[in-house]
């Protein structure tokens, strides 16, 4: 048997254990989920939810959306800090590179008064 032939067998008993080990952690997996699992309950098919109830869970949506606005706009502005020393220099190549940041940056983030 030559090498190239005994390297193919070789991978492809690999490759065959491989989904083997696949597909019997996936049937483990079926069967664990099948026995832990509570058995469903009979629910009401309608469900009526107050006027109270109602309002509530407005107020709710409410502030969760402008909870994920406002950490939306967080993400998309940042504080620029200088680590440098008040001493110390920067190189030219620092200096174009942040003004350049700078530049993109004030592109991207929107002006609130850029009409007046």
Do not use: C
Request: no cysteine; proline share 2%; net charge positive.
């Amino acid at each position: 048997m030559s090498t190239l032939a005994q390297a193919s067998w070789i991978s492809l008993i690999g490759m065959g254990l491989t989904f083997l080990g696949i597909i019997v952690l996936w049937g483990l997996m079926a069967l664990l989920v099948h026995i832990f699992t509570d058995r469903k309950q009979d629910l009401p098919d309608t469900v009526s939810v107050s006027e109270k109830g109602f309002d509530e869970l407005q107020h709710k949506r409410q502030a969760a959306a402008a909870a994920v606005a406002y950490m939306m706009q967080l993400q998309t502005t940042s504080i620029s800090l200088s680590t440098h020393k008040e001493r110390e220099m920067i190189s030219a190549w620092q200096a174009a590179h942040r003004s350049h940041k700078m530049y993109t940056n004030s592109l991207i983030l929107p002006k609130k008064n850029r009409g007046k």
